[in-house]
């Protein structure tokens, strides 16, 4: 399976580079999965396709202010250092650029000293174990000195934290936004609640590894990173009591989708579970939790675009996104969405 098998030509101008001041006012292609047929709506017509009795299934991570600007002791150099995944006694892995400046035994000082890191070691990919120190709550320093890693392709300031985060935000760890989930207003998770779907809520925390492109040739021989997701009990029951009713299973976002096919045993039965996965779905992929799917318009030739493919067909996914790329949709995070159904 050649990577370029997933490519497709998006010009730059339909990247959006800033959220809607409605979140729910983006538009909504609905590709049938079935027929390959497109339709054009708005992303509140999403009611229009739920069922009383189907499962909606969010991810409740929340984005972390995770890039840092610091200066190396001693030199004053610039260094940025992106917080990917917690270790242990406040250890990061950390993204460090650039790299060549922070070999293990450097120094960084951010805020005028209120946080220090020192880089104890260098681990696969090049990233950076960094040990912080600190006075009080990380949490809150944090909050006060990271910005939003926003992907590389956004090159707008976001002059609102909040517009990276979904509304259903909770536990802290992700180095990027679910971005499906972005296009959901209380008021309409309400009217989704009030006309008898349930809600389940999973957490993934979000690696920046979703924006990589695959640089192999052969899809089989890229290297997935590894994302810590939980599914409580009462996700587990609700998601089951969909299936064993003969409802659908609705995933907002890849995120989901992966948490619950990695955590479902063969039948696709859920429980209480947390671990790591580094699932990889690509086309030929047989989903055992998930029957539908809302998602946004992702890179060219990137491992979410062969997620949607194994879901929809990839011939039919490259021609929904020809027909999007004509119709002037917005592409990427702060883009507009697709309901495969």
């Known amino acids: 399976m050649d990577v370029k098998d997933f490519d497709y030509d998006l010009p730059e ?3 959006a ?4 001041e409605d979140r729910s006012s983006s538009r909504l292609m609905v590709l049938d999965k079935k027929t390959g047929e497109v339709h054009h709506k708005h992303f509140t017509d999403i009611l229009e396709y739920l069922h009383p009795g189907d499962c909606l299934v969010i991810n409740n991570t929340k984005v972390i202010p995770a890039r840092l600007f610091g200066t190396k ?3 004053q150099a610039k260094i ?3 917080l990917l995944k917690r270790k242990e006694n406040d250890i990061w892995e950390t993204l460090v650029k650039p790299g060549k400046k922070a070999k293990p035994g450097t120094r960084i000082i951010f805020g005028d000293g209120l946080l220090t890191g020192e880089v104890i070691d260098v681990v696969e990919e090049g990233n950076r174990l960094i040990q912080f120190h600190y006075e009080g709550i990380f949490e809150e320093i944090l909050d006060q000195l990271g910005q939003m890693p926003l992907p590389p392709y956004i090159t707008h300031q976001l002059k609102d934290k909040n517009r990276y985060q979904t509304v259903y935000a909770k536990y802290d760890g992700s180095a990027a936004a679910p971005t499906a989930g972005l296009h959901f207003t209380e008021e309409l998770l309400q009217k989704v609640k009030d006309m008898g779907v349930e809600i389940a809520e ?3 925390h979000v690696g920046l590894g979703t924006f990589r492109p695959v640089k192999v040739e052969n899809v089989l021989d890229h290297h997935m990173h590894s994302e810590f997701y939980m599914v409580s009990q009462e996700a587990a029951d609700k998601i089951n009591a969909a ?3 003969g409802n659908r299973v609705i995933a907002v976002g890849t995120t989901s989708t992966r948490t619950l096919e990695a955590a479902s045993d063969e039948k696709g039965r859920l429980r209480e579970t947390s671990g790591w996965t580094d699932i990889f779905i690509y086309p030929g992929y047989q989903f055992k939790v998930i029957d539908a799917l809302i ?3 992702h890179l060219p030739q990137s491992t979410l675009v062969m997620l949607v493919s194994a879901l929809a067909g990839r011939e039919q996914v490259l021609n929904a996104y020809q027909i999007a790329v004509q119709e002037k949709y917005r592409f990427f995070s702060f883009g507009d969405a ?4």
């Open 80 to 82: 940025e250092v992106l």
């Open 295 to 297: 998602t946004n318009f």
């Open 338 to 341: 697709m309901l495969i159904k």
């Open 202 to 204: 999973v957490t993934l």
């Open 243 to 245: 299936k064993d009713r």
């Open 13 to 15: 101008e339909l990247i």
């Open 17 to 20: 580079q800033d959220p809607l």
């Open 73 to 75: 002791e001693g030199t």
